[in-house]
């Protein structure tokens, strides 16, 4: 590609997300989509939480090790395998 153009742009490669369980019921009852902090449990490879997800929380943000992107509206049960994006 020409150089300055989108395919070489490192930060505009499409990831390939991970496909895990969720451990417990999450939603996004906002309109507008959320990216949730969440920690892969080593045992059970199960997504949790990490606790608060407001912007301000940076404790939550430093113990993540992947993202997950709920659908405004979207609400996922525990077990529900969904896409996960590594940090």
């Known amino acids: 590609g020409r150089v300055g153009s989108a395919d070489n742009d490192p930060l505009s490669l499409p990831l390939s997300p991970?496909?895990?369980p969720v451990?417990?019921?999450l939603a996004n009852p906002g309109d507008r989509p959320h990216y949730l902090r969440m920690r892969i449990d080593p045992g059970s490879?199960?997504?949790k939480p990490t606790?608060?997800?407001q912007s301000h929380a940076l404790f939550?943000?430093?113990?993540a090790d992947a993202l997950l992107r709920l659908?405004?509206?979207q609400s996922v049960e525990s077990?529900?395998?969904v896409n996960a994006w590594r940090l």
């Open 18 to 20: 991970l496909k895990l």
């Open 23 to 25: 451990a417990e019921p």
């Open 45 to 47: 490879g199960d997504l």
């Open 51 to 53: 606790g608060l997800q």
């Open 60 to 63: 939550g943000l430093s113990r």
């Open 71 to 73: 659908e405004a509206g």
């Open 79 to 81: 077990g529900e395998v």
